[in-house]
């Protein structure tokens, strides 16, 4: 109860609530746009960003931008209001909203991009923030292994893109996405239109889960359900989407495009279809759902008629819709019974009105059932598919199974939990109005559209289509075409999706069983890869990093010695050797002093002996660097050895003596030597030879002219160091600080191990 | 093993050797010092104290976390950068004032940053060490 209280205490509900005014402020801003960019003037705003590579901060809102604002800001203003009473309570309240808010703005950002290096950061930071919200509950360890896979899956796909761009860029000589349908003919003909198209449709593939990355969307409903309803299945998971429309006028139209699109399309489809009957879970039944959706925005993103496409954002509009909706009404019946099992609920349009007309009102739309918009989407997804270039029958037959299974899956939504009798869960009343207000909106919006589908193919349908259509193309949408193919299909859905639903435990049955009898899933071959990735990783640790210092430095020193010796005995001839420097005699005495320390050092029995000999050294060596005029090292060099000395008398009465080395370890031993002494020859005839040639001072001139008069100090080392590269300065102290933290979590961590 | 020689010779030391350190980290700029070095010659002062009177005692006198400290410092190391961005030019470029006769500029503030890092990584080192 404490520790409740005093997370109560710390969460204040304000700042999510205000949060809400980002999105509502956006959307009122973007709404007052739609005139214009109805009337085909698009909105474009540039700054230079980093000039020298081309790469510019350009935004662009034309009518397939405006379809995808409208959608992430209206739909991210429910679902603020929503998680404001679903995460009551939720000692990381605030963290939720922000990151919320954060994908909310990188959404935004992708479909507003005009420039392809802006449009992958934002892509790659509505991965991070996905990942962010999908391991919120990071204690879990299922949450953190979903984000993982999810980061996993797009991130890789997303640098495959960023190559893609890069291609785009060499062969075309901008990154500015509405430049680019103008290059299409010259990146068709390319050599490398295949690997261009390749690396785009890996990164919008993995981005919008098609088959074979679809297994982290249904991982990904580990995320509080408000982010699956807003980012997994309204918003991130179309950016794919949204990419393959984009560049429908630059790299579409080829066979090779349609082909591919297609065919993987359709059978994402089927495959989110066929797998959603087989779930008994809300939110795992929604995700396959939402496979399907993509599968089929994909396959119509394949066509090239202006039916295809307009098939393609209609149905866009329609899914975010109905599925934001659904996910808002799982997250309601979760949070009143306790439970998103549909086998264990029923009867709840009692306890539950307003949720039950939400859900009765979004699935009717997911059904195709007239007067609703979803009725519009399925009309013109048939018109579009008898009219796609490659395999129309497959496109059409495809739609029509997975639209079926989808009005079966839409029946059970609705009339299993909220209809027939009341099973052993019971809600505790109706959700608070937050929850059901969206979800209420939204399927009103479904009914409203459904009514006037001229004036949703007007302002919202024809500028998108008309953004991505090689031609203008007028779209008109309407209740009725007439009696025609596409009507005879609708009906034929409706008749299947009932028989569908009756034999829905059946087909459960079967495909409970048939699923886990698949020999290889992709899900397997990503663990596969992934763990054998980790075992790589710990095979090579164990072998390189064993702990081991003398290991360490036998490698590092052995390398050293070996390829500075190869490099600098081929070329440097020996006979220069023969000639050292000149330096005043009384010196010898310092190295003789240094060498008896070296001696001393090397028999040490105990270890304070060992520390004064190397003081001794580090004296000597402190001394050589004043006597050569270097007196900003030699007080570094002193001071050093002080603290040195210090540290090791605080850790010396920690260790153990030193041990005498066995005679076994003999080779060990001589390794030891030869390593010391060859790289103490090897630096020794090095630094020789380098003072036999004369050095290029251009730089210490500049410094000692320089120095006084443009930076105002006489000591050229510390100017250097605090003013002209001070930069890399503040890398350096940024690196002390680090390992300083490092070091003592370290010691810490010890002390408090028992 | 607190010996009251060392105790009482340590107070006289230790000031003084904080004295030269910060002597050390002003004249930096024009003969051999520097906030590298001064915040070297800090922490011997304050490894004298924690020897004589204990890691306590040095946090005491200290009144700032060491990490604290390092993030203080890098803090003003970049806050003098951004004063050359403020006054329109590259980012860390040294700001002089007066700009003619001078007297102090951002590279001192910049130096102090690096005095501030070093000597804060040094004791957290040194007083997890102690206290182990």
């Known amino acids: 109860m404490m520790a409740i209280s005093t997370h109560n205490h710390r969460s204040n509900p304000w700042p999510g609530r205000l949060s809400a005014l980002l999105p509502l402020g956006l959307l009122v801003g973007l709404v007052f746009q739609a005139p214009r960019i109805q009337s085909g003037r698009p909105l474009a705003l540039a700054f230079e960003w980093v000039p020298g590579l081309n790469v510019h901060f350009a935004l662009l809102l034309d009518g397939v931008g405006l379809l995808f604002a409208l959608i992430i800001t209206a739909i991210g203003l429910l679902v603020t209001i929503y998680a404001d009473a679903y995460m009551v309570g939720h000692p990381q309240r605030n963290r939720f909203f922000l990151y919320l808010h954060a994908f909310l703005l990188s959404m935004l950002g992708l479909v507003l991009s005009n420039d392809l290096i802006l449009l992958f950061v934002f892509w790659e930071l509505t991965s991070l923030f996905s990942f962010l919200l999908i391991g919120f509950e990071h204690a879990s360890a299922q949450a953190r292994n979903s984000a993982r896979q999810a980061l996993l899956v797009t991130g890789c796909g997303g640098l495959l893109l960023l190559v893609g761009f890069l291609m785009v860029g060499q062969v075309t000589g901008t990154y500015a996405l509405s430049e680019l349908p103008g290059h299409a003919a010259q990146l068709h003909r390319h050599s490398l239109y295949l690997s261009i198209l390749m690396c785009m449709l890996a990164g919008a593939f993995t981005k919008s889960a098609q088959f074979p990355f679809h297994f982290w969307l249904p991982n990904a409903m580990a995320a509080p359900t408000p982010i699956s309803a807003f980012l997994h299945s309204a918003t991130m998971v179309k950016a794919g989407i949204y990419l393959l429309a984009r560049l429908h006028p630059v790299l579409g139209g080829t066979p090779v495009w349609m082909t591919t699109l297609v065919l993987l399309g359709a059978f994402t489809a089927l495959w989110g279809a066929a797998v959603s009957i087989a779930r008994t879970e809300l939110k795992s039944i929604l995700a396959q759902t939402t496979i399907m959706a993509l599968g089929i925005m994909t396959m119509f993103l394949g066509g090239r008629s202006a039916p295809a496409l307009t098939a393609a954002m209609t149905f866009l509009l329609v899914h975010s819709l109905y599925k934001s909706a659904l996910f808002m009404v799982a997250g309601a019946i979760d949070h009143q019974t306790g439970t998103r099992e549909i086998e264990k609920i029923g009867g709840l349009a009692r306890f539950m009105p307003f949720t039950a007309a939400a859900t009765l009102f979004a699935t009717l739309s997911m059904a195709g059932f007239p007067l609703f918009i979803g009725f519009i989407g399925k009309e013109i997804m048939y018109k579009g598919a008898l009219t796609e270039d490659v395999f129309p029958g497959l496109a059409a037959g495809a739609t029509l199974v997975s639209n079926a299974l989808m009005t079966a899956v839409a029946a059970t939504l609705v009339l299993r939990p909220f209809w027939g009798q009341p099973r052993k869960v019971h809600p505790s009343g109706e959700a608070p109005w937050q929850m059901w207000i969206g979800p209420l909106l939204i399927g009103g919006t479904c009914l409203g559209f459904g009514l006037i589908p001229d004036w949703v193919g007007h302002w919202l349908v024809e500028p998108a289509v008309r953004a991505i259509h090689v031609t203008p193309v007028d779209v008109e949408l309407k209740l009725f075409y007439g009696f025609n193919t596409p009507l005879l299909l609708s009906m034929i859905t409706i008749l299947m999706g009932g028989s569908f639903y009756v034999f829905r435990r059946w087909l459960r049955r079967r495909l409970s069983q048939l699923l886990p009898a698949l020999p290889i899933t992709t899900e397997g071959l990503y663990e596969g890869l992934v763990a054998a990735v980790i075992s790589f990783a710990k095979w090579q640790t164990r072998r390189l990093q064993n702990g081991s210092l003398f290991q360490y430095l036998v490698v590092i020193i052995g390398a050293t010695v070996v390829s500075v010796g190869w490099v600098f005995l081929g070329s440097a001839p020996l006979s220069a050797l023969w000639n050292p420097p000149e330096f005043p005699g009384w010196l010898g005495l310092l190295l003789i002093a240094m060498l008896m320390a070296i001696g001393i050092v090397v028999q040490a029995r105990s270890r304070v002996l060992a520390i004064c000999g190397l003081g001794v050294i580090g004296a000597g060596a402190a001394i050589l660097f004043l006597v050569f005029g270097a007196p900003d090292v030699g007080l570094t060099q002193i001071l050093v050895e002080t603290l040195t000395l210090i540290i090791v008398a605080i850790v010396l009465l920690r260790l153990p003596p030193i041990e005498p080395q066995p005679d076994a370890n003999r080779l060990q031993h001589t390794l030891r030597l030869t390593l010391s002494i060859g790289s103490g020859v090897l630096v020794s005839a090095f630094l020789i030879a380098v003072t036999q040639h004369d050095v290029d001072r251009t730089i210490t001139t500049f410094y000692e002219q320089a120095s006084y008069i443009q930076a105002h100090g006489r000591n050229i080392v510390n100017v250097i160091l605090v003013d002209f590269r001070s930069l890399d300065t503040l890398g350096e102290i940024t690196v002390v600080a680090v390992s300083a933290l490092a070091a003592r979590a370290l010691i810490r961590k010890k002390r408090s191990a028992p | ?132």
């Open chain 2, 1 to 132: 093993m607190r010996s009251v020689i060392l105790k009482t010779a340590t107070r006289l030391v230790s000031a003084l050797v904080m004295v030269l350190a910060v002597y050390l980290l002003w004249r930096g700029h024009h003969a051999p010092g520097g906030g590298f070095i001064a915040a070297l010659v800090a922490a011997t002062g304050f490894a004298l104290v924690a020897l004589s009177e204990g890691p306590a005692a040095v946090r005491q006198g200290l009144r700032l976390r060491p990490s604290h400290m390092m993030g203080a410092g890098l803090g003003l190391a970049l806050g003098s950068g951004v004063i050359g961005m403020l006054a329109q030019r590259p980012f860390l470029t040294g700001v002089w004032w007066p700009p003619s006769g001078v007297v102090v500029g951002t590279p001192l503030l910049f130096d102090t940053g690096v005095f501030m890092v070093v000597l804060g990584a040094i004791l957290s080192v040194l007083l997890a060490l102690e206290e182990t």
